[in-house]
């Protein structure tokens, strides 16, 4: 079992930055995912950003609301990605969620609560 433990969420005004971080309990082995989803209230759960474990490189997904505004990096030795989000809108507010997807099975965190106010 993989456990997540996510952190960084909070408030922030339209224009700010936040990081969050996401610690696995699991190493990434080649084929596995790290990343981020995220849900607003009403909408569906989309893909923020995710990293891909390849066998001699680490390739990235993005989702649309990614693009240009956020970053994905991990530290291996730390088990840890990290979502830095910067010139956040108020239409970027969402319960932030990490997961790892390891040896083929999905495993998620808590979720964490990003607020953007205008």
């Known amino acids: 079992q993989v456990q997540l ?3 960084g969420g909070g408030l922030v005004q339209a224009g700010g930055s ?3 971080s996401c610690v696995s309990s699991a ?3 080649t084929g596995d995912s790290m990343g981020w989803y995220r849900q607003a209230p ?3 759960r989309e893909l923020v950003l995710g ?3 390849e066998e001699s490189d680490e390739r990235i997904a993005y989702g649309e609301a990614a693009k240009g505004r956020f970053a994905i990096s991990t530290d291996n030795a730390k088990n840890t990605v990290y979502l830095q989000m910067n010139s956040l809108k108020p239409d970027d507010t969402a319960i932030y969620s990490c997961y790892h ?3 083929a099975r999905m495993y998620w965190g808590q979720g964490t609560q990003v607020t953007v106010s205008s």
Request: hydrophobic share 45%.
């Open 51 to 53: 990293l891909i474990k």
């Open 42 to 44: 009403g909408k569906q």
């Open 5 to 7: 433990v996510e952190s």
């Open 101 to 103: 997807n390891h040896w």
């Open 27 to 29: 190493s990434m082995v």
């Open 18 to 20: 936040l990081r969050l």
